[in-house]
């Protein structure tokens, strides 16, 4: 089978790999669609040397396909189901995993073989049913984007009547505006890519702010009657998107972090300000794995097209032009399709 490496300093290689192997519990699953991440993107601009082990390693966590195997233990799902693979791996015994929240396991671990392949391993218990009414694009933009904008928004209590700030209008930032627009939320945006202020704006944000030259939380205090945003959603990793996250809220308002930096950089100091103008802070890392379940309710009752995000679709062969177009930052969600 064919599987996408990525070497780091800009290089992408598609290789040959072995037949996948599966236990009793697992099940292999050709791939339909798979997404490009943008933590995939930091490996792509580290060094090669850095990447190490990694860059022999086939890349990818936002699969999507249908089964094509199951191990001698597993009776759901079945040969020929429909499948959105969750994009990790636990123990499945400790209370993290047994209420959901798998990323947390102690022993939590990455896809055992990554998603830009021909195929896929993943444990059946991680293989959720993709409704037939839902494409493999969707499902592939649900595994890892949209399900992380979905569980920070619901931490953060984010309601009807108010206004999210969105910072980074990449895939989890343009997911977050979504799930907002279904809340009954505005949404601000905010990026200094031109092509991704307008993708935000068609998608219903109220307004976008281009950060470049600083006075960003001005700017949307001016959007607000001077008052501040009640909720901020930082997607971007970025140092002054993480500051200004913070400097644009009013008084009591909550401020959700997602974005993952490529590098290490000191943390902003927050003290001062949660404490004096009591302000909440929400992260996370991805979302509960039951809220899949949720997300396919919520997408269905608030018609949520997820797929306007898909900019750009690639077959795997032309795996290197897609890493290159992901790269720009000038787009949406970049995914390979079978």
Not at 67 to 73: D, F, I, P, S
Request: hydrophobic share 40%; with cysteine; proline share 6%.
């Amino acid at each position: 089978m064919r599987g996408v490496l990525v070497l780091g300093d800009h290089q992408v290689q598609i290789a040959d790999f072995p037949p996948l192997e599966i236990g009793p519990d697992e099940c292999l699953v050709r791939m339909q669609a798979a997404a490009i991440c943008g933590s995939d993107l930091h490996g792509y601009h580290a060094s090669r040397e850095s990447r190490g082990e990694r860059s022999r390693q086939i890349a990818g966590h936002e699969p999507c396909g249908v089964v094509e195997q199951v191990g001698e233990l597993v009776t759901e799902p079945r040969v020929g189901d429909r499948v959105m693979i969750y994009p990790g791996r636990g123990c499945g015994r400790c209370k993290r995993c047994l209420r959901g929240d798998v990323w947390l396991c102690p022993q939590n671990l990455p896809l055992k073989s990554g998603s830009m392949a021909d195929y896929t391993v993943a444990p059946a218990r991680y293989c959720l049913p993709l409704p037939d009414d839902f494409s493999f694009v969707l499902g592939a933009i649900i595994a890892c984007n949209a399900g992380t904008a979905y569980y920070i928004v619901k931490r953060m209590g984010l309601s009807g009547g108010a206004t999210l700030a969105v910072f980074g209008l990449g895939p989890v930032g343009l997911c977050g505006l979504l799930w907002a627009r279904a809340f009954g939320a505005q949404v601000i945006g905010v990026d200094p890519i031109p092509e991704r202020r307008k993708l935000a704006e068609e998608l219903g944000a109220v307004s976008t702010v281009d950060p470049t030259g600083g006075g960003t939380p001005a700017a949307i205090r001016g959007l607000t009657d001077g008052e501040g945003v009640q909720f901020s959603l930082e997607t971007s990793g970025h140092p002054m998107a993480r500051s200004d996250a913070l400097d644009c809220l009013a008084s009591l308002g909550t401020a959700g972090y997602v974005g993952i930096s490529p590098a290490d950089q000191p943390s902003i100091q927050i003290g001062r300000q949660v404490m004096r103008r009591n302000l909440g802070l929400v992260g996370s890392h991805i979302y509960n794995l039951a809220d899949y379940y949720d997300m396919v309710a919520l997408i269905r009752r608030h018609k949520i097209d997820f797929e306007r995000i898909a900019t750009h679709r690639f077959p795997l062969e032309r795996a290197p032009e897609a890493f290159q177009v992901g790269a720009t930052q000038r787009t949406g969600k970049v995914l390979f399709v079978w």
